[in-house]
């Protein structure tokens, strides 16, 4: 591990994560690779020793975070390229939303796709010039492996510098230009406008199953909250519809767990059955609000339930003792991306026993599965989510099972 450039260090085992308080930095103090935290000294060795700055963001909860980790991060011969030819600096989003929020603008700018892993280059004064998400160890589809990714940088940042820092310079030209403009002058919001935004709202949104585009589908609960308050304003039952064709999918889905309540972040494909497995503490509050909303304007008890099982889910599994939340539960348990919320046909009958056709049948297992072999549990019948009271029974058992 790299110790140039910082006289005088003091650290014992791992690397500098270890004093953090952030358990996603602090996940990465055994690596090989020579991490700083966010913060002065990182810059100062970088303009020091003339070397681009490689920045990693991600969270605890993030299942291809992990991935990356095990697969880049903690190699040894990837490590060393790492620290040969660059400052790595670690972030945790959760921690830093505002670096988060500016290096995101900057890779959607350069790729047209953003996430995490987020794997940026920037200036040893902090301007981007490249970046992306995830990188894999070999070349695949279409991605260069990350040690390529990593000599190719080098070789441009050390024979087209000029080239380099002036695509950095119109980059933060642009993204400060976004950040730093004014917000809009005080009045009232035009009907024009509003009707504008339900126009675009409109186009995006899938009549099938129900949300904005096609995959991966996100729940957007922002513009379900302004279609629910457009319905309230005009009465129309088309909007109404938009929103309820939304709430029924996805809380038939596999997105919502229907063992447990409350809402993973999002789904892989347009019919909200595969989740990224992470459950994020805002995403239940905002979904909660907007099934609250859908309720007080519907009555309909499935959204009450919904809403119920969310809480509930919040209280359980994310209050912390001393006060406070904790702000995701992971995707991945005993090192398996979902592994705790998917089901064997196996396994179900040898809880249920009687029970488990019944269960079967309400939940869409089948033998094949629909997830690696496995079943993500979820409502084959779209919005009938109220439990008669035998597969009330048999959820909470499978639930303490």
Known sequence: MSGQGDPGSTRGTGNRLAGETSPYLRQHQDNPVDWYPWGE???????????????????SACHWCHVM????????????????????????REERPDVDAVYMEAVLAMSGNGGWPMTVFITPDGRPFFGGTYFPPEPRHGLPSFVQLLQAVDEAWRERRG????????????????????????????ADLLERAYGMLREQFDPEWGGFGRAPKFPQTS??????RAHAHNG????????????????????YDHLGGGFARYSVDRVWLVPHFEKMLYDQAALARVYLHAWQVTGEERYLQVLTETIDYVLRELRQPDGGFSSAEDADSEGEEGKFYVWRPEEIDAVLGDAAPAAWEWYGVTKAGNFEGSNILHRPVRGDLLRPQHIEDARQRLFDA
């Open 223 to 228: 513009m379900l909250e302004l279609l629910l």
């Open 41 to 59: 000294e990182a810059f100062s060795r970088a303009i020091l020793e003339d070397k681009p700055i490689l920045l990693s963001i991600g969270y």
């Open 163 to 190: 080239e380099i820092l002036g695509q950095a310079d119109q980059l933060s030209d642009a993204i400060l230009s976004r950040t730093q403009t004014g917000g809009p002058s005080p009045g009232e919001i035009s």
């Open 69 to 92: 980790a095990h697969e880049s991060f903690e190699d040894p011969d990837t490590a060393k390229v790492m620290n040969d030819l660059f400052v790595c600096v670690k972030v945790d």
């Open 236 to 255: 129309s039952a088309d909007t109404l519809q938009m929103v309820t064709t939304s709430l029924d999918a996805m809380a038939s889905g596999g997105i």
